[in-house]
């Protein structure tokens, strides 16, 4: 299953709504997470099931979707957000991610 | 709390194996899948295989078959990737992350390790 991420990269200041959208190729229900990743570090959950925020994560976060279109909210950006985001599928093996959406001041 | 603590920095000859630890604290381990996921210098996140601590049981992608070989030692907590005939395409920081799960299939990578450099080079 293929999962296409746009945009590839973004430019946002702080305040600002950032969307970040995440295509599959086929039906995957909801097995769709999120996960945000800073330099030299793991990946961290923030959305899981399309739309359960995981615990600890900020509210400002949110995951929705349309079909086999998902999405992934930032409210309010903060400076903290600065960080490239992936998506990933676990509907079946292999277990997909999207090719990430950095986003910049 | 939940960690998973990787082995170290390793460099390999083209053509070598390596093997990547990551032990488990915090949690029952045998509880929860582990899998592996590897990102090569300025790349995405690659999904490598899974393992089932409970059973040993297996799932390795595709990519990645006859070449991977995930195990497990319970009695420490601990999983394990061998990847061996390493070429520089190989050169990535490889993590283990624990997945837990929605119902009874819908997984999500919860924790994860911290990552271990493995440079390919002659």
């Known amino acids: 299953i293929q999962m296409t991420q746009s945009p590839s990269s973004l430019s946002a200041s702080v305040g600002d709504r950032v969307t970040i959208t995440c295509r599959a190729s086929?039906?995957?229900?909801?097995?769709l997470n999120w996960y945000q990743q800073k330099p030299g570090k793991a990946p961290k959950l923030l959305i899981y099931?399309?739309?359960s925020l995981q615990s600890g994560v900020p509210s400002r976060f949110s995951g929705s979707e349309s079909g086999t279109v998902f999405t992934l909210t930032i409210s309010i950006l903060q400076p903290d957000d600065f960080a490239t985001y992936y998506c990933?599928?676990?509907?079946?093996?292999?277990?997909?991610f999207g090719g990430g959406t950095k986003v910049e001041i | 709390q939940v960690q998973l603590v990787q082995s170290g920095a390793e460099v390999e000859k083209p053509g070598a194996s390596v093997k990547v630890s990551c032990k488990a604290s915090?949690?029952?381990?045998?509880?929860?899948?582990i899998h592996w996921v590897r990102q090569a210098p300025g790349q995405g996140l690659e999904w490598m295989g899974r393992?089932?601590?409970?059973?040993?049981?297996?799932n390795y992608a595709q990519n990645f078959q006859g070449r991977v070989t995930m195990t497990r030692d319970t009695s420490i907590s601990t999983a394990y990737m061998e990847l061996s005939s390493l070429t520089s395409d190989d050169t990535a920081v490889y993590y283990c992350?624990?997945?837990?799960?929605?119902?009874?299939?819908?997984?999500?990578?919860?924790?994860w390790g911290q990552g271990t450099l493995v440079t390919v080079s002659s």
């Open positions: 992350a624990r997945s837990s799960v929605v119902g009874a299939t819908l997984y999500y990578f919860d924790y």
């Open positions: 915090g949690y029952t381990f045998s509880a929860y899948y």
């Open positions: 393992i089932n601590p409970k059973s040993g049981d297996t």
């Open positions: 086929q039906s995957i229900g909801s097995y």
């Open positions: 099931a399309a739309s």
């Open positions: 990933q599928q676990t509907y079946s093996p292999p277990l997909t």
